[in-house]
């Protein structure tokens, strides 16, 4: 009997990448808390969110996405230009693999060659499975709000975990900028 060899790579994400992600993502979609989105997300939308990403890895295990992590802006203002939000999405039928360990490894290492100082991880609560996972990276929770979201006919928690690169020397990422006056 031969043995199973898998092929398995973790490479940056394609457009082309786009309806398989999205097939991930959408599992989330309609089984889970772990996004608030309510309704699929269409392909040519995730190709946006891949374009509009910081960095996107996905983690492609003979010939087929398994997951996917991405880091994207924390928020608009040029001031929050050295933050990011970390997200990772992994096949169910895949979990417990090390499939999000090896993605996130993968993410932070980019990051840290960005120069990015904040990675921020939101995650719907309860969710002991992500929230181990940024712990083990070293992210700490430092917020959790009760009640903010509503899915599934029940009111759901929030919880932000952060961690903090330490890059004094950080470059701006490349941010549009601000509109200063009105037109």
């Known amino acids: 009997m031969k043995p199973l060899i898998f092929l398995f790579m973790i490479r940056k994400a394609t457009r082309n990448d786009a309806k398989e992600i999205a097939e991930i993502y959408n599992y989330y979609v309609a089984n889970s808390i772990a996004t608030f989105a309510e309704k699929p997300i269409p392909e040519k939308e995730m190709i946006t969110n891949i374009n509009e990403s910081i960095c996107w890895f996905v ?46 490894t993968k993410l932070l290492k980019e990051l840290k060659i960005l120069k990015i100082h904040v990675v921020i991880g939101g995650m719907s609560l309860p969710n002991k499975a992500s929230q181990l996972l940024h712990e083990k990276f070293g992210f700490k929770k430092v917020a959790h709000f009760k009640e903010v979201g509503f899915k599934f006919n029940k009111w759901i928690d929030v919880g932000y975990w952060e961690l903090l690169m330490n890059y004094p020397e950080a470059e701006p990422l490349k941010y549009q900028a601000e509109k200063t006056s009105l037109d």
Do not use: M
């Not at 996917?68 to 929050?80: L, P, T």
């Open 59 to 104: 983690y492609e295990e003979n010939n087929e996405i398994i997951g996917y992590a991405y880091a994207s802006r924390w928020k608009q203002r040029s001031a929050y230009r050295f933050t990011v939000e970390s997200s990772v999405y992994i096949k169910p039928n895949t979990l417990n693999k090390r499939i999000g360990t090896q993605l996130y």
